[in-house]
């Protein structure tokens, strides 16, 4: 199992989610996050002499998938988030090592 963390521009979103509904991903959470990075987001103003962090704002998906599952969403985050603008965003791959469902106890495949 993987956990697929996106970090995108928060215009992005609908084209990100008729991408991923076309995958056929059935659930994830989403949150609205603020954050930098190593270069500025050009949509934003910035001035040289800012002392201050600039935040940007962003939406942070999660999704928990299938192993077998990991390169169509990558691929599909990938595309439907490209502007091919700084500030684009990241996604990132995570093993997980342990699901338990709350609810009903059921561990590893059985808990998604």
């Given at each position: 199992m993987k956990l697929v963390q996106a970090y995108i521009q928060p215009f992005m979103l609908p084209k990100v989610l008729r991408e991923l509904h076309a995958i056929h991903?059935?659930?994830?959470?989403?949150?609205?996050?603020?954050?930098?990075?190593?270069?500025?987001?050009?949509?934003?103003?910035?001035?040289?002499?800012?002392?201050?962090?600039?935040?940007?704002?962003?939406?942070?998906?999660?999704?928990?998938?299938?192993?077998?599952?990991?390169?169509?969403?990558?691929?599909?985050l990938s595309r439907s988030a490209h502007t091919g603008r700084g500030g684009d965003g990241k996604v990132f791959v995570t093993e997980i090592g342990r699901i338990r469902s709350i609810r009903t106890g059921e561990e590893a495949e059985k808990a998604i």
């Open positions: 991903v059935r659930g994830m959470t989403m949150l609205e996050v603020k954050g930098f990075g190593r270069e500025k987001d050009e949509s934003y103003p910035h001035q040289a002499s800012d002392y201050a962090v600039d935040f940007t704002p962003k939406v942070k998906l999660e999704l928990l998938c299938h192993d077998e599952e990991v390169d169509d969403i990558v691929v599909a």
